[in-house]
């Protein structure tokens, strides 16, 4: 049971659910995405206001992770609709926010909440997949830089070392991998 109030409370508009959220690195934003497709962005300044000041599209199926990159200027998604999205979230950024796609790994029937991670220098992000591998690409290039098998099961959740070339990954079958990444 939750102790204390709540300082913000922002609702899903279409009363669907909400998957994935992050904070921007100031603090001052909140990213939300779920089962509308939408990527939605919260400005807290605004107080109680309840209504997204940006709206994020691309995605064609659930948003199941977010991730901020770390000099802040873009987030990563993941959907259902088997691609990760890089979106420009500065201000006065053009009106095509969605600036990378990458393909590769996959979501299936069982629709986990598969989330995507940036490694420290934002040069390489990471997606979790339902067919149990762990892909890794190049932020650039969008080229596979690996295709990491292992897990018996989805693999949920995905996590860069913040120091280290090593990654983190969580699966259904009831494991975490650390593995180190070539440098």
Not at 13 to 28: K, N, R, S
Not at 104 to 116: I, Y
Request: overall charge positive; aromatic content about 8%.
């Amino acid at each position: 049971m939750r102790a204390k109030r709540s300082v913000h409370t922002l609702r899903s508009t279409g009363g669907l659910p909400i998957c994935a959220v992050a904070y921007a690195d100031a603090g001052d934003q909140v990213y939300s995405g779920g089962v509308d497709n939408v990527i939605r962005v919260w400005d807290l300044r605004k107080g109680g206001e309840s209504s997204a000041s940006l709206l994020l599209k691309g995605h064609s199926d659930t948003i199941t992770g977010l991730r901020v990159s770390p000099d802040g200027t873009h987030l990563l998604s993941n959907g259902m609709d088997n691609t990760l999205r890089e979106w420009d979230v500065r201000p006065y950024a053009p009106p095509n926010r969605c600036t990378k796609v990458f393909t590769g790994h996959s979501h299936n029937f069982e629709k986990n909440l598969l989330r995507c991670d940036y490694s420290a220098d934002g040069g390489q992000v990471t997606a979790g997949s339902a067919d149990r591998m762990v892909y890794v690409w190049d932020a650039s290039s969008r080229k596979v830089l690996y295709k990491l098998p292992g897990h018996a099961g989805s693999v949920n959740e995905v996590v860069f070392h913040p120091k280290e070339p090593i990654l983190g990954s969580a699966s259904s079958d009831k494991t975490i991998f650390l593995g180190e990444l070539a440098v």
